[in-house]
């Protein structure tokens, strides 16, 4: 079996006929579908033309997976992230948990600190319910541009993360995007550079915080998970060989680098099949309800 741990609905194009397509192209049995609440004035306008949502509940909202899920509910497993800033979030993702069966929390992609106090009872509250939490990261630097912002950051970099993770032990985090993957090398490329190059360096923030914190999971999703791996495919190796319970294949996109990838490391038959589903699989079983 193969699980897609990080999707969204309508993404670049891609409506519920050509994504059902795609999946049965790269033998994907299930995904997880993910909205991304967010303000319009904390992301790119550039998403606007590969994008399903604009206003208050996109760019992609909950609506959009839900819609999915009733046509397809064995294909799709539902995963929402009301912005945990309004004072309604708590209750909009409970209502949902019951009302259509939400099993993660994904993904938070908000211009705010991962640990602001909003955010730790958010992330605890979905501890107490079960639902794994996808983070994207990004940081701030300088990519050349002045308007309408120089860069996009989300999350507040890798220390707002970890006091996160800390803060939240009950919880099961996905770190995900440029702004923790940046992190699998020691190196200073994490805020100078979306996709570092490079052999991978001792002293990667992801390692030391994945040996720290049992809690910690990640996906490999989009172009940041692939970049990671492919920068140092020894090091990926050894990386996938010790992290092996905690790493779950995920897109983002519609491509198949990251069966690519995973096909160049020489891995164990029991080891792909954690990655591909596995891990997914414990911590979001099939047929198994959340907590009510």
């Keep these: 079996m193969i699980i ?10 891609y409506n519920v006929e050509r994504f059902l397509e795609n999946m049965a192209k790269y033998n994907i049995d299930k995904t ?22 604009i206003g208050e509940h996109g760019p992609i909202s909950f609506a959009r997976c ?9 294909k799709f497993i539902l995963g929402y992230a009301p ?43 979905c501890g107490q319910k079960g639902l794994p939490v996808i983070v994207h990261i990004d940081y701030e630097f300088d990519t050349g541009r002045k308007y309408p912002r120089p860069n996009w950051w ?21 770190g995900h995007a440029p702004g923790f993957w940046a992190h699998i090398s020691g190196d ?12 991978v360096l001792p002293g990667g923030k992801v390692t030391e915080m994945l040996r720290n914190y049992p809690n910690l999971y990640c996906d490999i999703s989009a172009g940041s998970g692939a970049n990671a791996f492919r920068r140092d495919l020894g090091f990926a190796r050894e990386f996938m060989l010790e992290f092996q319970d905690r ?6 996109y519609f491509d198949n680098v990251h069966q690519e990838v995973l096909g160049e490391l020489d891995l164990p038959q029991d080891v792909l099949n954690k990655i591909y589903s596995g891990n997914a699989l414990k911590l979001v079983p ?7």
Aim: charged content about 30%.
């Design 66 to 74: 839900a819609a999915y899920a009733r046509q397809y509910p064995d």
């Design 188 to 199: 200073d490329q994490f805020d100078k550079l979306s996709y570092p190059k490079g052999p």
């Design 286 to 292: 099939l047929d198994v309800p959340v907590h009510a």
């Design 83 to 125: 912005d945990p800033r309004r004072p309604d979030a708590i209750d909009k993702l409970d209502y949902a948990i019951s009302m259509f069966g939400v099993r993660i929390y994904g993904e938070i992609k908000l211009r705010m600190m991962y640990d602001n106090p909003d955010a730790i009872r958010m992330f605890r509250f």
């Design 154 to 174: 989300y999350g507040g970099g890798i220390g707002s993360f970890e006091r996160a993770v800390a803060a939240c032990p009950e919880t099961i985090f996905l």
């Design 4 to 13: 897609d741990a990080h999707n969204h609905p309508d993404w670049y194009g």
């Design 247 to 252: 790493i779950l294949y995920a897109r983002d």
């Design 32 to 53: 997880w579908l993910i909205s991304w609440e967010c303000p319009e004035d904390e992301y790119d306008p550039h998403y606007k033309r590969v994008v399903p949502d």
